[in-house]
């Protein structure tokens, strides 16, 4: 009677009167709060307390007695009871309940957001672990790719350092055989097998030199341009290693030495990839502003993920004849003349290195007149 009207809820009151009904109640019905007399017959307020304690550890219990002294009082509360009225002062009932409700609930809002802290706490943790273990995964990785790096560096400084060698070895024996060439050709008088062997010697020393310079991280150097017919050129390559090369006479301005070290390197790598002279061709095309010749093979071909770096200074892919600076020699003598070099599949197989040269205008004509 003193609590309906008194609360901001409906109130729903269960009684009971013995300990079996008592936990019975607690377990099937948790209530909000427990009202209990202090004694009981076979039972009392306190053992009522440690029960629904044991239960429900934050639940609001109130001794309502007509008489207990001080003593006592304070020893109930001391064991956790949260508060005990008088039933001569029952007016205290409503508000010490609302009061027992607020703090309870404030305790429970507590240990929510406790519990909370500490969900959290063990999240950042196990976060916390992981980027740890990223970090150390990422370390290893980062010693891994640094011990490569130095591997890398230390096989490409080899490679620099053997192709210097050899280019110095090889320096001399050239210079001296072009010395007696020279010297035959005078002494025989125009031979032109002794021009030829003197053409390809004086080929392999430029070649030489421009390893050398390769090696050394430079460019090719050492271009003279000036007017000469690229049919003649195309035709006496093909003649020296026995490939088809049925091309028109064209006028180009460009380095005849140079521009034979280009197609020879060219025929020269076809021929080996392909299998034999037999299967490679060069072409020719006069196009608008430009000459295009074609060296064609029937041969494996170029596998298109090898396309983008098949001219990088010191790649050679799958073959290993080669020191891997052809090519790169081949596309900065082709840039260097204003051109460009590609490589293209060949209809029904092989592969096809098109190399596009500029043809002469007026004012170029004007100029080398």
């Known amino acids: 009677m003193h609590l309906e009207g008194d609360l901001p809820w ?22 909000h709060i427990v009202l209990s007399d202090f004694a009981l017959p076979g039972y009392n307020g306190l053992s009522a307390f ?4 044991e239960l429900y550890p934050n639940l609001p219990f109130i001794i309502v007695t007509g008489a207990m002294g001080e003593e006592v009082a304070v020893d109930t509360l001391r064991q956790g009871v ?7 002062r ?9 009061r027992a409700l607020a703090e309870a609930e404030g305790q429970a809002s507590r240990e929510r957001a406790e519990q909370s802290v500490r969900d959290l706490n063990q999240s950042l943790q196990a976060r916390l672990l992981e980027v740890e273990r990223l970090r150390n995964t990422a370390e290893r990785q980062s010693q891994r790719l640094e011990v490569q790096a130095r591997q890398l560096e230390e096989a490409l400084n080899l490679q620099k350092t053997f192709l210097a060698e050899t280019s110095h070895e090889l320096r001399t024996p050239l210079t001296a055989l072009l010395g007696y060439l020279r010297r035959a050709d005078r002494e025989v008088g125009g031979s032109q097998v002794v021009q030829d062997a003197q053409r390809v010697a004086e080929n392999m020393t430029r070649l030489v030199n421009d390893l050398l310079q390769l090696s050394r991280g430079e460019l090719v150097q050492s271009i003279e341009m000036h007017y000469m017919n690229i049919g003649n050129l195309l035709r006496q390559v093909g003649r020296d290693y026995g490939v088809q090369a049925d091309v028109p006479d064209t006028e180009i301005v460009g380095d005849p030495g140079r521009l034979t070290q280009v197609f020879v390197n060219l025929v020269t790598n076809a021929v080996r990839v392909s299998g034999g002279a037999d299967k490679v061709r060069l072409e020719l095309n006069v196009r608008a502003g430009e000459v295009e ?16 770096r098949i001219f990088d200074k010191f790649y050679r892919g799958k073959e290993a004849g080669s020191a891997g600076l052809g090519l790169t020699i081949a596309q900065q003598v082709v840039t260097s003349h204003g051109g460009r070099i590609d490589v293209l599949d060949t209809p029904g197989g092989g592969a096809t290195f098109r190399v596009r040269l500029p043809l002469p205008d007026e004012e170029g004509d004007e100029e080398f007149a």
Request: net charge negative.
């Open 10 to 31: 409906p109130v729903v009151i269960e009684r009971v009167e013995a300990e079996d009904t008592f936990l019975a109640a607690l377990r099937e019905r948790p209530p």
């Open 50 to 53: 440690r029960s629904a304690h």
């Open 82 to 88: 949260t508060d005990y009225i008088l039933k001569q």
């Open 90 to 98: 029952l007016e205290r009932l409503a508000p010490s309940v609302r």
């Open 293 to 308: 010749v074609d060296v064609v093979d029937s041969g494996p071909g170029v596998p298109d993920a090898v396309k983008p």
